[in-house]
Nanobody
Framework: QVQLVESGGGLVQAGGSLRLSCAASGRTFSSYDMGWFRQAPGKEREFVVAISWSSGMTRYADSVKGRFTISSENAKNTLYLQMNSLKPEDTAVYYC???????????????????WGQGTQVTVSS
């Protein structure tokens, strides 16, 4: 079992920045791949970014490429999402997710993740 707790969401003006955190517990942090997803009101949950611990590779959704950065602090079992140049269309609940294992290629599909956090709200005003 893996428990995930997100934090760091809030209200920010367009062009601003936020850093989300995802604290993980329950299993060895690097033994399962992780990712961030988001869900806007009335929309499906969509992929944002993923990381593979096996390869170190990351994959970003086109909509956030160049603006968002995934990172981690393994000693603290924490995954981060640095979000810069935020836009109103980035407004959503952001979820941290963990898979059952790690593999070479980052996982971009929602169904590939088993564990989910409770989400943290990000609101970007225009």
């Amino acid at each position: 079992q893996v428990q995930l707790v997100e934090s760091g969401g809030g209200l920010v003006q367009a062009g601003g920045s936020l850093r989300l955190s995802c604290a993980a517990s329950g299993r060895t942090f690097s033994s399962y791949d992780m990712g961030w997803f988001r869900q806007a009101p009335g929309k499906e949950r969509e992929f944002v970014v993923a990381i593979s611990w096996s390869s170190g590779m990351t994959r970003y959704a086109d909509s956030v490429k160049g603006r968002f950065t995934i990172s981690s602090e393994n000693a603290k079992n924490t995954l981060y999402l640095q979000m810069n140049s935020l836009k109103p269309e980035d407004t959503a609940v952001y979820y941290c997710a963990a898979a059952l294992s790690t593999r070479w290629n980052p996982r971009t599909l929602r169904d590939e993740y088993v564990y989910w956090g409770q989400g943290t709200q990000v609101t970007v005003s225009s």
